[in-house]
């Protein structure tokens, strides 16, 4: 079914990300519905070589659940998908005698993503092989504007520091009632417990008493017929 642009702004961002991932073509490739050279693959991640390479070798490193950019991804996600890509930096400075990787993400459009869906590209460099696009120029810095700068950018770091700071917390208060209630079971069954043992003891020792009295006037009544 083909939407126009209103039926586009009306759906819900999981109705839009559904289906981005039906027509994104590297989520098709993490399903093995497309064909790709694959160099790595676990439940995670899959690691293919690029058809347009940079030099050969060039991999590209990407989640099998679709997202967009490094944002959208779930930090265990981010640390593990960078412990891939070291693995597999080590094995293409082996395989294709690398002398170094470049390691990089086209985070966005502004940075040059061209695709929609979040990767790391590892690229095996040599000497003089020629690629100039890791040349970053380089201009005089104002001092009034890197205090400005370095202020804006701490703010909004520590901002976001503190609401994930708040969220773990309120994760660890809304389980510690459940914790708490688990103690009060635990300690009121243990109460019940020891009051039933208790009533069981006792009700053990009237019965006993009363059993005692009955067999001694059971002895008083023989002796007394034997007299």
């Known amino acids: 079914m083909e939407l126009n642009s209103e039926d586009l702004e009306n759906l819900s961002p999981e109705e839009m990300a559904e289906i981005q991932k039906k027509n994104c073509i590297f989520c098709q490739i993490a399903k093995g519905a497309v064909n790709a ?12 070589l690029d058809i347009n390479p940079a030099n050969p070798g060039h991999t590209l490193l990407l989640p099998k659940e679709h997202y967009m950019i490094l944002p959208q991804m779930p930090d265990e996600l981010v640390n593990y998908i960078f412990v891939i890509a070291k693995g597999i930096s080590n094995a293409l400075l082996r395989a294709v005698g690398a ?3 470049n390691i990089f993400i086209a985070n966005g459009v ?3 993503q061209r695709a929609p869906h979040f990767m790391v590209h590892i690229i095996p460099r040599i000497d003089n092989d020629g690629i100039k696009c890791f040349e ?14 370095s202020y804006v950018v701490s703010e909004i770091i520590r901002t976001e520091m503190e609401k994930k700071k708040k969220k773990d917390i309120k994760l660890i ?9 688990s103690k009060e079971r635990i300690e009121s069954n243990k109460s019940k417990r020891m009051g039933k043992e ?11 008493k009363k ?7 059971k002895i008083t009544d023989l002796l007394l017929r034997k007299k």
Do not use: C, F
């Open 198 to 208: 208790k009533e069981n003891q006792t009700n053990n020792e009237i019965d006993g």
């Open 37 to 48: 050279k694959k160099i790595y693959e676990d439940d995670k991640v899959i690691g293919i």
């Open 110 to 112: 502004g940075a040059g």
């Open 99 to 101: 002398t170094g990787t």
């Open 173 to 181: 208060v809304k389980e510690e009632p459940e914790i708490l209630q």
């Open 136 to 149: 970053i120029p380089q201009s005089k810095a104002n001092i009034e504007e890197l205090e400005k700068l």
């Open 211 to 217: 059993k005692k009295s009955r067999n001694l006037d």
